[in-house]
C-alpha cells in the first residue's frame, strides 16, 4: 500500500541557509501534518493542513512557513536556519472529514544544520 | 491542552520477559488514545489505537493496551517481548474536538536482551 513520502531523506545545510521539506500524503488523504523530533526528544507538533488551508499551529517558529497545495502533497519552507533546527522532520497524513481517521507517517527528513 | 507523560524512560528486558509501559494523560475533555512504535532509523508506526468501547484494545504484533478513565491511565503490555521489539514506544493523544492533532509523550527506550 501507498505510505507517506517525504523527501529529501537527509539534508545538510549551513546556518542562515534555507531548506524546503516536501511531504506528499497517501492517496485521497486530504489532511497533512507536520512534526519535528529532536535528538532524543518526543515528536513535537509544528503545523496541520485540511484542504489546503491551515487547520492547527503549533510551536512553529515565525521563521518557517508551510503550505499545502492543490494535489495535497505539503511544503515547510525553513529559513535562516539555526543549529537547533537540526532534528528529524516527520510528515502525517490522514482523512480530515473522517472522525477519529489515524495519522499515518511518513519516514522524515533527517535536517543536519552546521 | 492536553498533555502526556510516560513514566519509563528506558526499560531493558530479556527475551520472553512481560511488558508494561506506563502512559497517562491529561485532559479535561474525551479523547482518543494511541501507541507508536519507532524502530530504529525508521518512521513511527501504530500499533493501536484506542477511540470508544472495549477498553481493552489488541494491536499488531501481540500488543494490547488497556484504557482506564479513573486512573487517566493507557498502558501498553506484552506478555512476552521479542528481541525484536528493541524500539521506542510512543503513547500519543488526540481530542475528539481537535481534530486528529496528536501529542506525543517523551517516549519510552525498550532494549530486548538475548
Known amino acids: 500500500a501507498a505510505g507517506v513520502i517525504q523527501s529529501p531523506r537527509h539534508l545538510i545545510k549551513e546556518k542562515r541557509e534555507t531548506a524546503t521539506l516536501k511531504c506528499y500524503p497517501i492517496?485521497?488523504?486530504?489532511?497533512v501534518y507536520w512534526y519535528q523530533q529532536g535528538p532524543g526528544q518526543d515528536p513535537q507538533f509544528l503545523i496541520s493542513?485540511?484542504?489546503?488551508?491551515?487547520?492547527d499551529k503549533g510551536s512553529i517558529p515565525d521563521r518557517f512557513s508551510a503550505q499545502q497545495f492543490s494535489d495535497y502533497h505539503s511544503e515547510l519552507n525553513m529559513s535562516s536556519l539555526e543549529l537547533g533546527d537540526s532534528a528529524l522532520y516527520f510528515c502525517?497524513?490522514?482523512?480530515?472529514?473522517?472522525?477519529?481517521?489515524?495519522?499515518?507517517f511518513g519516514n522524515g527528513t533527517r535536517l543536519t544544520v552546521t | 491542552a492536553q498533555s502526556v507523560s510516560q513514566h519509563n524512560h528506558h526499560v531493558i528486558l530479556s527475551e520472553a520477559a512481560s511488558l508494561e509501559l506506563g502512559c497517562n494523560y491529561s485532559?479535561?475533555?474525551?479523547?482518543?488514545l494511541f501507541w507508536y512504535v519507532q524502530y530504529p532509523g525508521q518512521h513511527l508506526q501504530l500499533l493501536l489505537k484506542y477511540f470508544s468501547g472495549d477498553p481493552l484494545v489488541k494491536g499488531i504484533k501481540g500488543f494490547e493496551a488497556e484504557f482506564i478513565k479513573s486512573k487517566f491511565s493507557f498502558n501498553l503490555r506484552k506478555p512476552s517481548v521479542q528481541w525484536s521489539d528493541t524500539a521506542e514506544y510512543f503513547c500519543?493523544?488526540?481530542?475528539?474536538?481537535?481534530?486528529?492533532?496528536?501529542?506525543f509523550g517523551t517516549g519510552t527506550q525498550l532494549k530486548v536482551e538475548l
Open positions: 493542513f485540511y484542504e489546503k488551508m491551515q487547520s
Open positions: 485532559y479535561g475533555g474525551t479523547v482518543n
Open positions: 502525517a497524513s490522514s482523512l480530515g472529514g473522517t472522525y477519529n481517521s489515524p495519522l499515518h
Open positions: 500519543a493523544v488526540s481530542s475528539t474536538g481537535g481534530g486528529n492533532k496528536l501529542t
Open positions: 492517496p485521497r488523504h486530504d489532511t
